[in-house]
Each structure stands twice: as C-alpha cells, then as structure tokens.
C-alpha cells in the first residue's frame, strides 16, 4: 500500500476538539441578513492540481465522509474528491433518507450500528443541523414465514446490543395509529420488529456538512470532474488470475492526476469505474423509485415498512409522505419514474393505510443502485494495488456512509483493512464467505 503524507504537524485529532468551520451568532445572521453582505461559499472552487496522495471518485456522502475522516483522524489532506456533476447529485441526492442497524447478520448490525452513532453526533461534528430524527422503525410481518424472521433479527440484535424488538398488532397500531391492523385486509398485520433508534436525516444537510467540513480541513472538492480512466502500471497477477500492478492516476475530462491511491466511492456508476482498472465486480445496476405526496398535517410519527409488499413509508416535518419500493426487476442506467411503479405503490400503501387515499402524489424520482449478490457491500483493497472500493451498496448506502468513510480512510491511512468492514471483502465472493443480507435489506429500507 503507498504511503501518503500527512498535513505537517497533523497528527489524528483523534480525542481532542477538531477545528470546525464558522459559527454565526444570532446576531451575526442578523447583521448578514439587514447589510446584503455576501455570505461566504460553503466549499471553494479550486484549480485542479497535477498531484495529490489521494483521489476519491465520487463525490456523494461516502466519497465526502472518507475524505472528511482522512482529514481529521489522520491528517491527510492533499485530497482531491472528484464528481462528474454536482455534489451529492447521485445516490445522495435521489434517497429516502432513512437510517436504522436492524440487520440481519451480525457482520452488518456492527457496521450499521456504528454509523448510526455517527449520524446521531453528526449535528455537533459537522457544526450544521443535520436534522436528525429518532422516530423508530417498525417492518411489518404479514405471515409467519415473516414473523419468524422478525423475531431471528430481534435476537441477533439484542445479542449485538442494538434496541430491537419484535411487537404484536396492538403496538403496532399504538405506534401508527394510521395502519390498518384488522383481520380484513389481504395482508394482515401480525407483528412487526421494531427498532427504536431507527429515524429519518435530511440527505443534502449530511452532505453540505461533510462537504463544508472537509474543504475546511483542506481537502479539494472539484465538481464537473468526470473521471475516464485509471491509470495502472504493471500487468497481471503472477498466477495469470486477476488484474495486478500498481495505480498512479487518473485521467479526466480537466486533465490528467497522479496519485498512488484511487477510491472508487460511486454508486451506479461503481462497476464502470472499476472495470478502467481492471477490476471486475459482481454488481447489477438497478433502479429504485420513490415518489412524495403533497404536504398533510403529521400522523405517522415513526417510518413504517412492509417487505411482503415491497413498500415502506415515512412522513416529514412538513408533512409529505415519502414512498419508495424496492429495485425494479431489471438492468438499467435509466432514472425515469414509472407509471407502472406508481399504481403499485399506489396499492400497495393503500393495503396497509387505507386511509390515505385522496392524497395527491406530487412526485416521483429514481436512482441507481448497485447490487450484488449476497445485498452487501464491497470495500477495501483490491488486487490493483492503490485502488480501493467503497461500492455495492444497493438500497442502503446512505445509511452507511459515515462508517463508511470513517473505516475506508483508516483503511487508506494504516495501510491495513479494519475489522468492522473486512467481512465486506472483495475476495469473499470467491472464497465462499459472502455476508447474507437480503433478509433484511431487500426492501428494509
């Protein structure tokens, strides 16, 4: 692994008081707002230099979060993070928002319970209102295939420390009082895992933060950058399996950049930037639509998600309802919305709150989601020495991304893949040690 250099002087500012950007005062945003003084730009624009120790490949919150956490646990800030657009303009950009660790395995209830606490501090980290919301997450069991399943998840929660609990249909129409939890629907309500932690964050605030944050620490954020190629130098593996060599750059759409690490942070774009090193993933690229109704006084106050009809909900602070399904069944790089996942939302949510019928969809979006085949991840080295991945993160990277940038940039900066994410190895589609999570990531969002 290359080493790379740290600021001069920087040394992890782990456990001591991080030098964070301005704090206005009252009064100080009373004066900006009478006087029309200009407000200072969150990130700066800069010229893109010919040399950095790291190049990060995606600027959304995992590309944003590891460059932030290279900055201020370990002192590497000759950063550059690269986005082909804007910033946030992915997978970032195009989410539902919802936070939980109420996984499957235990591999994915550590992971996932880290971030959580991360996003939980992040307002006072990132010194920006990052609008968290700790409103609980209940996943609805209709059979009991489903309720065993629930009640699986629970134990292996509670044996990881994570709130997490299965409740009966009473609770669960305490909690949501809009649900219907009669014995006439066609997919009755039997139970449901709830998770009280699990919540909502506004998606853009946790980039602006990150992204303020690292151009703060001196990292270089440069939009507009699409990344063509990887320059590696060297061949195969001696063995004749698999790319080998070394990374030294990039080349782009403003130029060419040496740099001895390249981090492929994307999403949806994930195996095409992999494979202009050499690297083959095992990831099919989907759609995932949602769609936001028009604003309504708050009565769901938790998220509310049902895997047998591949629907989940959750109502903001304004009052929308926000919607969403699970992948659509094919391959595309296509983000048009659909008539057809429409009327299937559409009857679906109505089977569960029938309540909500006269209610106008205002919109409707999609993303891209990158999936692989046991629905986790895959980060870390890779055989092209200097290039990592932060990739595969199918419907739940946002959920994810600041443990993901935390454990990638100490990954970068040891030289050494950290414990918390070495089950999410690329090698272990061959090795046979895949991380199962469909059960609990297919549609939990």
């Known amino acids: 692994m290359p080493s790379v250099s740290r600021a001069s002087g920087a040394a992890s500012t782990r456990g001591r008081r991080r030098d964070r950007p301005t704090r206005y005062s009252a009064a100080g945003l009373l004066r900006r707002g009478l006087t029309e003084q200009p407000w200072p730009r969150v990130w700066r624009a800069r010229e893109l230099k010919p040399t950095y120790d790291v190049v990060i490949v995606g600027g959304g919150v995992h590309g944003l979060a590891t460059a932030y956490y290279l900055a201020t646990e370990h002192g590497i800030t000759d950063v550059a993070v690269l986005d082909k657009g804007y910033l946030g303009g992915g997978g970032s950009g195009r989410n539902t928002a919802i936070v939980r660790s109420n996984y499957l395995t235990p591999e994915g209830v550590a992971f996932y319970d880290r971030s959580l606490s991360l996003y939980r501090s992040m307002a006072v980290d990132l010194n920006l209102n990052v609008m968290f919301s700790e409103r609980g997450h209940m996943t609805l069991a209709h059979n009991d295939a489903a309720l065993r399943t ?135 690229t989907r759609p995932l639509q949602a769609a936001v109704t028009e604003p309504v006084k708050v009565f769901l106050p938790t998220v509310v998600v049902s895997g047998s009809l591949h629907v989940y909900v959750s109502q903001t602070d304004r009052g929308e309802l926000v919607f969403g399904a699970s992948v659509d069944p094919f391959n595309t790089y296509d983000t048009r919305g659909s008539l057809a996942f429409t009327e299937e939302l559409a009857a679906h949510v109505l089977e569960l709150m029938p309540g909500i019928s006269k209610l106008r969809l205002l919109r409707q979006w999609a993303g891209l989601c990158d999936m692989t085949p046991d629905y986790s991840p895959v980060m870390g080295f890779t055989p092209v020495a200097g290039f990592l991945c932060d990739v595969g993160w199918g419907t739940y990277g946002f959920k994810a991304g600041p443990v993901s940038g935390e454990q990638m940039a100490m990954a970068i900066a040891t030289g050494r893949t950290p414990a918390l994410i070495e089950p999410f190895r690329l090698s272990r589609f061959v090795e046979g040690c895949l991380v199962g999570e469909k059960g609990a990531a297919a549609v939990g969002h």
């Open 150 to 284: 629930m009640r699986w998840r629970a134990e292996v929660n509670t044996l990881a420390g994570v709130d997490s609990r299965v409740i009966d249909p009473a609770e669960c129409k305490r909690l949501a009082p809009s649900l219907d939890t009669s014995s006439d629907p066609r997919y009755p309500v039997l139970g449901a895992l709830y998770h009280p932690p699990g919540g909502t964050i506004r998606h853009d605030a946790v980039v602006w933060g990150y992204a303020r944050a690292a151009d703060h620490a001196g990292v270089e954020l440069h939009q507009d950058t699409e990344v063509v190629d990887v320059v590696v130098e060297g061949g195969e593996l001696a063995d004749g399996k698999g790319p080998g060599g070394r990374v030294t750059g990039v080349r782009t759409s403003r130029g060419e950049v040496s740099a001895p690490v390249v981090v492929n942070c994307t999403a949806g774009w994930a195996s095409v930037v992999s494979s202009l090193a050499g690297v083959a993933l095992p990831i099919s």
